[in-house]
């Protein structure tokens, strides 16, 4: 991020290089936060944020004399980004304002990305005030919810203030999800625990005093489940993010706050992966609370498949263990199970043992158009009955893929859409794109394109992965609320096509569709305005 001044006023810049190595939950943050300051300012792209109506050359110049400020690793001629050439016409507020709503945001996660660095003094004041804040925050705003004798405990049992939380900016931060829904109100306390021990304290102490309590993860749930709804206490799990890696069993036991992706990352490395991705930002202790599923379900299941056994505290502080790491086990009740998909409400999940699987040899992706839904729905059923194992199949409808070619500058066709991923030996791979082009074109399909090497892969997928996102372009503005339907697959057709028709027949409310049709589930993505009654 590169600061400027130009014509009395100042401006932040988002570099192109700074916007290719952000995390795509990060990118969306600071989309939401631009985005508040002026919606036409806002541009969607691979590599550029928004931009401000000034002169180019006037941005050149301010370039170079920043050039050293530049946050990027490569410096030389070659490597440099022209930055003007990523900025559309709109102006921004003051950088002190900025600071202010980006503080109000939660940019905490957009600055711990590790991809971008502030140059400004008003902002570096800014934060040192926040942070003396901070410090005084127990002091200042002690819990009204909560009696003293209660908050004295909590502080016997983490005795670490900066991770016992009070102050209304961090509670508001982590009342939140990506939901529609509100919370009622806030948690009265913030805590990040770090052991197994501590939380079975602290579920002692909420036990004696009756104090309501919320297992949060990622924050990235599109459903609610961690809105607060009666005040309480807010175990955030970021700080219990470790995990090991047994090679020999293809396993993992991992702690309730390490985020999926970097699981992978590191299982990557020894060539194996954990297939669930239920979207950018979700905590392995989150997909068990809500029996994640995502894209790879078609292949590898649920999280119900894919967990080997669990460590729980229960209300009273109980520490259950519902199995060991082997793989087969006839003892006893099945617990695993029962906690999988409890949404929190009988226990908080301290750790995990996760089954792995092999990194598929090779891989690539196929897009697939048709006139109709009801033509890419009866592919997605005889591909199935044929027993392709493809790895993911996902569905766009028309109205998705139009949102998808406003957000990401693609050119695919305004159809419904079918994306497909190949996995396993390159014969395999070979062996599946042709049976899925078959069956596709005896189901009238307009148009079959796969992947022939990494950067379609990337190009064509990248559609998909983006459409939660583009969604909002269809109606900027307004708020959106998403539907979950699963059905037998054999119905999914006569569901998705009845869904249509009664959103058509009952209102003129704009809702795009996206579904992981191969098990049967869709989503609805309604757009409306809160504040029209009628709507």
Not at 88 to 117: N, R, W, Y
Not at 500 to 517: C, F, M, Q, Y
Request: aromatic share 8%.
């Amino acid at each position: 991020g590169i600061n400027a001044e130009y014509g009395g006023s100042k401006f932040i810049f988002f570099t192109e290089h700074a916007c290719t190595f952000a995390s795509s939950t990060t990118q969306n943050h600071l989309r939401m936060i631009i985005g508040s300051f002026s919606r036409k300012s806002f541009t969607s792209s691979s590599t550029s944020f928004g931009r401000l109506s000034t002169n180019k050359n006037q941005l050149r110049r301010i370039n170079n004399e920043k050039q050293h400020e530049y946050s990027g690793q490569n410096t030389n001629n070659r490597q440099r980004r022209n930055y003007s050439s990523n900025f559309s016409q709109a102006s921004f507020p003051s950088i002190s304002l900025f600071s202010s709503a980006l503080a109000a945001a939660g940019v905490s996660l957009a600055l711990s990305a590790g991809f971008m660095t502030i140059y400004n003094k008003e902002l570096n004041k800014e934060e040192n005030k926040s942070k003396q804040k901070l410090d005084k925050s127990n002091e200042e705003e002690p819990s009204p919810h909560l009696p003293k004798e209660f908050i004295q405990k909590v502080k016997e049992i983490i005795k670490d203030d900066k991770r016992v939380m009070t102050d209304e900016g961090f509670r508001q931060q982590y009342s939140k999800d990506f939901s529609y829904h509100k919370s009622k109100q806030l948690p009265d306390m913030i805590i990040f625990p770090q052991t197994t021990e501590e939380i079975s304290s602290l579920m002692k102490l909420c036990t004696q005093f009756k104090v309501p309590v919320i297992a949060y993860g990622g924050g990235t749930s599109l459903e609610g489940h961690v809105l607060c709804q009666t005040g309480g206490i807010s175990l955030n799990f970021s700080q219990m993010n470790k995990f090991k890696v047994n090679l020999d069993d293809l396993d993992a036991v991992v702690q309730p706050g390490v985020l999926y992706e970097e699981l992978n990352e590191e299982l990557m490395k020894k060539g194996l992966i954990f297939p669930l991705d239920p979207g950018p930002g979700a905590t392995i202790g989150g997909m068990v609370g809500t029996s994640c599923s995502g894209t790879n379900a078609v292949r590898y299941g649920t999280m119900k498949e894919n967990v080997i056994s669990l460590e729980v505290v229960l209300a009273d502080g109980s520490v259950v263990k519902t199995g060991q790491r082997a793989r087969k086990s006839s003892a006893g009740y099945d617990l695993t199970h029962l906690f999988i998909g409890s949404e929190g409400t009988l226990g908080v999940v301290t750790s995990v043992t996760l089954r792995l699987h092999q990194k598929p040899e090779k891989s690539s992706v196929a897009v697939c158009s048709f006139t109709s839904l009801e033509q890419a729905t009866k592919s997605v059923i005889s591909i199935l009955q044929k027993g392709v194992k493809i790895g993911k199949v996902e569905l766009l409808d028309e109205l998705m893929i139009k949102a998808v070619n406003q957000y990401s500058d693609t050119h695919l066709q305004e159809l419904p859409t079918l994306f497909f991923e190949f996995s396993g030996s390159p014969v395999e791979v070979e062996e599946q794109i042709k049976m899925v082009q078959e069956i596709t074109k005896s189901n009238s399909a307009n148009h079959f394109q796969y992947a022939k090497n990494d950067e379609e892969k990337a190009d064509l997928w990248k559609a998909r992965k983006t459409a939660l996102w583009a969604t909002n372009t269809l109606r900027p503005g307004v708020d959106m609320m998403i539907t979950d339907v699963c059905v037998p697959i054999s119905r999914l057709a006569d569901c998705i096509l009845q869904t249509k028709e009664d959103i058509k027949r009952t209102s003129k409310l704009i809702a795009p569709i996206v579904g992981h049709v191969g098990d049967g589930n869709f989503h609805l993505f309604l757009l409306f305005d809160s504040k029209d009654e009628k709507e």
